[in-house]
């Protein structure tokens, strides 16, 4: 168990940084850089937990799958993070930290709000998916009026209005026309003229018979010449009652025709309009729908983000908790860069001090076999010089040894010719023997003999081997 945890603190160690040669010199920096591992490891598997919440939001996919990608991206946040904490060097100077730290802690804070979002979005889903829910409504609300505010479906109201008055005048005969008041006005201006002219009638009948019965009038019973006066009136309006009943009667046909006429045409129209507005409700409807499906499955981040603000507008308790949660998520992210540096603030421990050894001593031994390789490389070009030039010298000895036995050899042959020679004749009184051996045949064959001699040295191969040094 014991062995267990001790490659479980050497591998945090070495993932915080450490140099394993130097930390087995310096073990008391050990717990500390078995402690930065911690927190690296703390701050990957937060990144891999608010991936894979990200992930399910966003895409939808399987948990499992998400894991794996939240993984990765807990693996990546940790190269990142390690990478932040390996280039910060000890260094007491407060410029040069600063320098070392600000861009980092600004890589940090960019890491630690990717890290935090989807945390607090999923701390804090309950209450987002019951905003998303009012959201989409109001989406859904907002669309339908676009809709219907469109130049396509304007008329659809009219028109369902229409159909609703022609399924009326259908039903009635024509009778509920709007359209035939006018007609209608006329018959009741004829049913009023012919009300008037039966209750003169009727007053003209009893007057005429009261005369008869010499109740009223003269007081003469019988039938005088007042009854005869009384009569003809009520003959003649009896005879304005009948061409008033008359035009009546023409009036009521009149609207019974318009009536005939005004059903006739509505339906004839009513099955236009009506796929007309079938047509139109139908295209409205699919729109709407289409709608409907993707606002309700557009619970993306952005949607939940959106929520979220929401709720913290309306809710500052809410919008308190997000902020200290999301700044609780960002701190864990910023912790190792933020240890990192306080500890370079500090005293430099027996591990840096055998660190920056080591490192200046690497330095030195890289120097010393530069120099090493250096020097062997030019005395290995200057013993090759020397090689060549002595072959050279060689090969120039061979040549000139070659050359003075050739003309040994043009000499031999010369004074064997000579010896087989007649006796020359003694010179001429102050003549030198020189001038004797430049002329006649002993020049020709000894020129002879030296250009043979010299052609037989050219054709013959040069020794090119290179001589061992």
């Known amino acids: 168990m014991s062995e267990r945890r001790r490659r479980l603190g050497d591998g945090l160690a070495v993932l915080a940084g450490a ?31 608010s991936a ?6 966003a895409l939808g996919v399987w948990w499992p799958l998400a894991l794996l990608v939240g993984l990765g991206w807990g693996a990546v946040v940790v190269n990142l993070d390690r990478m932040l904490l390996v280039g910060m060097a000890h260094d007491s100077s407060l410029k040069r930290n600063l ?14 709000v990717v890290v935090a979002t989807p945390l607090t979005l999923q701390v804090f889903h309950k209450e987002i998916d019951a905003e998303i829910v009012v959201m989409q ?21 009219e028109l369902e209005e229409r159909i609703a008055a022609q399924e009326a005048v259908v039903a009635t005969g024509g009778a509920s026309d709007p359209g035939l008041a006018a007609v209608r006005d006329a018959v009741t201006a004829e049913q009023a003229v012919l009300d008037s002219a039966l209750v003169l009638s009727r007053e003209l ?40 009943r008359s035009e009546l009667d023409a009036a009521v046909a ?26 139109l409700t139908a295209e409205l409807d699919r729109l709407q729908a289409a709608f409907d499906a993707q606002n309700e499955g557009s619970g ?3 949607l939940r983000l959106e929520a979220l603000d929401r709720l913290g507008d309306e809710n500052g308790t809410l919008a308190a908790a997000q902020f200290m949660l999301s700044l609780l998520f960002m701190c864990v992210e910023v912790l190792p860069v933020l240890m990192k540096l306080l500890l370079n603030f500090s005293p430099p421990t027996a591990y840096d001090r055998l660190a920056a050894m080591r490192d200046s001593g690497d330095v030195d031994l890289e120097e010393m076999a530069q120099e090493s390789r250096r020097t062997v490389a030019q005395a290995k070009e200057e013993l090759l010089v020397l090689a060549e030039k002595e072959r050279v010298d060689r090969q120039k000895e061979a040549i000139l040894a070659r050359r003075r036995a050739a003309l040994a050899e043009v000499a031999a042959r010369v004074e064997r010719e000579r010896q087989v020679e007649p006796a020359p004749v003694e010179p001429a009184v102050g003549e030198e023997p020189r001038q004797l051996w430049d002329t006649g045949p002993i020049r020709e064959l000894a020129r002879s003999a030296a250009v043979r001699t010299v052609r037989s040295v050219r054709r013959r191969p040069t020794d090119r081997t290179p001589t061992t040094v």
């Open 205 to 244: 009948d009893a007057k005429a018979q009261c005369e008869l019965d010499g109740t009223c009038g003269t007081g003469d019973a019988g039938t005088g010449e007042a009854y005869a006066q009384a009569r003809a009136a009520a003959d003649a309006q009896a005879a304005v009652v009948a061409a008033a």
């Open 300 to 302: 993306g981040i952005l």
């Open 254 to 279: 009149a609207v019974g025709a318009a009536e005939g006429r005004s059903a006739q045409l509505a339906t004839s129209s009513l099955d236009g309009d009506r796929a007309e507005f079938t047509r």
């Open 52 to 57: 894979a919440f990200a992930v399910a939001m």
């Open 19 to 49: 140099r394993p040669d130097v930390l087995a010199a310096a073990p008391g920096a050990r717990p500390r850089f078995v402690a930065l591992g911690g927190v690296l490891l703390s701050t990957g598997a937060l990144a891999a937990v």
């Open 137 to 157: 409504a109001e989406a859904a609300d907002a669309h339908r009026q676009t809709l219907e505010a469109d130049t396509r479906f304007a008329g659809l109201p």
């Open 99 to 112: 320098a070392m730290a600000v861009p980092r802690v600004g890589l940090a804070l960019v890491l630690g």
